[in-house]
């Protein structure tokens, strides 16, 4: 082991000495600093290519986003169909013809003038416009339905002012289902005004990333497509409440969770004993005076109500219990 060891540490002195001999400060320095020199950058170099980056401005959905849209949309699609067809009366076949992600440019080169009725659309928890269309034959297909015929659709895109208010009844029809799907996640959808094709592209900017849901549509013998184009803020708030929602929350320990219930009893809650409210003239309580008695226009045989935070839970009187006033309770209120 000796002669190895002494040959090992002859081998590292050679390399030590060598190293000292053969690298001088200068050439250490240019080894670090050398790369940076010859691209004409220090260490304290500007570069002129930073530029801001938007954390929100993801260009592509994830494969758990895509789902999580799809569920949400093909719910939307069943239920839409389902009124829709007993609206009109008649058969009526919707569901998700894709789902993309892309700038507010892309998607107006996708339908040509005259081909589609626009509206715009505003959801409740934000207040960006959103944009919502409709195949201008599908549109006449309803129409034609509403107003008692089979459906046919017309070759006219000229809309009179009854086609208008017509077309702006369906546009709202669709808001209040897509509301009803959507409630639940903080989105509830208000039809606006109707957007001319000329103003479309003044809706949102043009490099805007925007979220299109597009959905194939059948009313009778006519096929078309509802499309609905959600700007960032609106397509940002509702992935995070899909986020937020399908993903499970975690869940607290048991003994916290008990805790938890037990301060929640103690929550003081607004109890009160009345009668139920009347109608009566102005003029009966204009010139009132203490000791006046007046009438409420309530039968003798109705009871007082316990009412708990405003909700009716029993009929009730007027009692005592020591020092204190207190409610003898009757029978309880059925619920509705």
């Not at 702006?168 to 959507?182: G, K, N, P, R, Y």
């Amino acid at each position: 082991m000796a002669p190895l060891l002494h040959l090992h540490k002859r081998l590292f002195n050679k390399g030590r000495a060598s190293m000292a001999k053969d690298l001088t400060q200068a050439e250490i320095d240019a080894m670090f600093g050398g790369g940076a020199a010859a691209d004409g950058a220090g260490p304290h170099a500007v570069h002129n290519d930073v530029h801001d980056y938007s954390f929100t401005a993801q260009r592509t959905l994830t494969s758990e986003q895509t789902q999580e849209i799809g569920d949400l949309s093909e719910r939307f699609a069943r239920s839409f169909a389902s009124s829709l067809s007993a609206w009109l009366k008649a058969d009526v076949t919707v569901r998700l013809g894709a789902v993309e992600r892309a700038p507010y440019a892309d998607f107006l080169e996708l339908t040509p003038e005259g081909t589609a009725y626009y509206a715009s659309i505003q959801f409740e928890a934000v207040s960006a416009m959103s944009l919502l269309q409709l195949d201008m034959q599908l549109g006449y297909c309803i129409l034609d339905l509403l107003l008692g015929g089979s459906g046919k659709p017309s070759l006219n895109t000229d809309l009179t002012h009854v086609d208008e208010q017509l077309f702006q009844a369906v546009m709202s029809f669709i808001c209040d289902e897509l509301s009803t799907s959507w409630r639940q996640f903080g989105l509830s959808a208000e039809c606006r005004d109707r957007i001319l094709y000329s103003q479309i592209n003044r809706l949102m900017p043009s490099d805007e990333l925007v979220l299109c849901m597009t959905f194939e549509m059948r009313v009778g013998a006519t096929q078309g497509n509802l499309m609905l184009t959600l700007p960032a803020a609106v397509s940002s708030f509702l992935l995070r409440q899909l986020g937020g929602t399908w993903k499970g929350r975690r869940e607290h320990p048991a003994a916290i969770r008990d805790r938890l219930v037990y301060l929640s009893k103690k929550i003081p809650c607004q109890l009160s004993l009345q009668l139920p409210s009347s109608r009566i003239a102005y003029t009966t309580i204009a010139d009132v005076v203490p000791g006046q008695v007046i009438e409420l226009n309530i039968r003798e045989t109705i009871s007082p109500q316990l009412l708990l935070s405003g909700r009716s839970l029993f009929e009730a009187s007027a009692a005592s219990q020591g020092s204190c006033r207190a409610a003898l309770l009757r029978q309880r209120i059925p619920e509705g």
